[in-house]
């Protein structure tokens, strides 16, 4: 079955830091690529996405994410994070064709300010 | 626009009760869902629906069910509702054509079951 694996439960950086949140998942088809951001008190909202083309996406607020084929990542990464991005992360696949989204269990980001 | 509205926002059931949690979204998408949050365990697909009349399951959905009868409205039913299904519910939508897969989420529902 289709699953997606996020490395990291929880994250604490100081602002500035750089930051790299892993993404690993199981299809062995075409699939697309997404990472949802859920701020405090908010509901999910697209952070990024990848269907096809250059594998290096850039999404919102600065963040950008790396496909990679060969080894099903697709981590997230931001040179710079700032107390605003404290926030939860969800990687999410959904096989291309298909209906289902399944997510990561997601993982919790806070910035020091 | 509004989006994809929950409702209600919030909601304590006794075990046993049975609920529905609303769904409703503006932007004429065909595909719809209802997930459930739990702390450590990302998004779990209930149900799902392509289209108005056509429902299928998520990956848990013992428990529940739903209905399908517009385009607009998505509503979740809990019968006899237990403490394992204390969660944080969210609906979603998103459209067909150009197989984009991205999902709109509603603001979610918190329930707890005592």
């Known amino acids: 079955a289709q699953s997606v694996s996020q490395h990291n439960h929880h994250v604490i950086l100081s602002e500035a830091a750089s930051l790299e949140l892993g993404c690993n998942y199981s299809y062995g088809g075409t699939v697309n690529l997404f990472w949802y951001v859920q701020y405090p008190g908010q509901h999910l909202q697209l952070l990024l996405k990848y269907f096809s083309g250059d594998p290096l996406v850039k999404g919102i607020k600065g963040f950008e994410a790396e496909f990679i084929k060969s080894k099903f990542s697709f981590n997230l990464r931001k040179p710079s994070v700032q107390w605003s991005d404290t926030a939860e992360y969800f990687c999410?696949?959904?096989?291309?064709?298909?209906?289902?989204?399944?997510f990561g269990a997601g993982t919790r980001l806070f910035v020091k300010a | 626009n509004a989006g994809v509205t929950q409702t209600p926002k919030f909601r304590i059931l006794k075990i046993g009760q049975s609920m529905t949690l609303q769904c409703t979204q503006d932007?004429?998408?065909?595909?719809m869902y209802w997930y459930r949050q739990d702390p450590g365990m990302g998004l779990k697909l209930i149900y799902y629906?392509?289209?108005?009349?056509?429902?299928d399951k998520g990956e848990v959905p013992n428990g529940y069910n739903v209905s399908r009868s517009t385009t607009e409205d998505f509503p979740l039913r809990l019968e006899l509702a237990a403490p394992s299904q204390t969660s944080v519910y969210f609906c979603?939508?998103?459209?067909?054509?150009?197989?984009?897969?991205?999902?709109?989420f509603g603001e979610g529902s918190r329930l707890t079951v005592l």
């Open positions: 979603a939508s998103s459209e067909t054509g150009g197989n984009t897969g991205e999902l709109f």
């Open positions: 629906s392509v289209g108005a009349g056509i429902t």
């Open positions: 999410a696949v959904l096989n291309t064709g298909g209906f289902k989204t399944i």
């Open positions: 932007m004429n998408h065909n595909y």
